[in-house]
């Protein structure tokens, strides 16, 4: 008898971790889906955006920064994660200080693509895809610009080096 009633006893115990583990799951899943809704989205598809990147250029040449062309779009995790690393307090003042940063919605691959082969980009492989440009318009990152379509997967340190590089110098093609 008491042979069952702890047999009952361990069942009972390992149910209840069992059910408690799977609603953690479910609630960190829950979480997790939680965070990926608090992304910043700023990928406007209505926005003109060969106005934006006229207007990034024009301030560029008066100030001297590059340009940043985030083309991506709200539905795509990596091109939301790369637009949550840019709103960082760290990324806000080397974008400030060095940049001129416009977000272009390319839709599913399908729309304003003619803005990145005036620069050079004839295909959008993967988004983002971003452009590093000189005020004067010269694409300064052209072989790694396609790199960020895994911008979920770096780390904001490896994201920082990487903007941190092309912010300061002439460098072309591929990190220093």
């Not at 993967?126 to 990152?141: A, D, F, H, R, Y």
């Not at 590089?165 to 460098?171: I, P, R, T």
Request: net charge negative.
């Amino acid at each position: 008898m008491i042979g069952r009633l702890l047999a009952s006893a361990v069942l009972s115990l390992i149910i209840a971790h069992i059910a408690g583990a799977a609603e953690a799951r479910v609630s960190d899943g829950k979480a997790h889906a939680d965070a990926a809704h608090n992304e910043p989205r700023p990928f406007d598809k209505k926005a003109i955006a060969w106005d934006d990147v006229d207007a990034a250029f024009a301030q560029a040449r008066r100030s001297g920064k590059r340009v940043i062309l985030a083309m991506g779009a709200n539905w795509c995790h990596d091109s939301r994660s790369l637009a949550a690393k840019f709103a960082t307090d760290e990324f806000q003042a080397l974008i400030n200080d060095n940049y001129e940063l416009v977000y272009v919605d390319v839709g599913r691959k399908n729309r304003n693509i003619d803005i990145a082969q005036a620069y050079g980009i004839e295909t959008i492989v993967g988004t983002p895809t971003v452009l590093i440009l000189s005020p004067q318009g010269k694409l300064l990152n052209a072989s790694t610009a396609p790199t960020w379509r895994n911008a979920a997967s770096r780390t904001t340190e490896d994201a920082l080096v990487y903007f941190q590089a092309y912010a300061g110098g002439e460098v072309l093609d591929g990190m220093p």
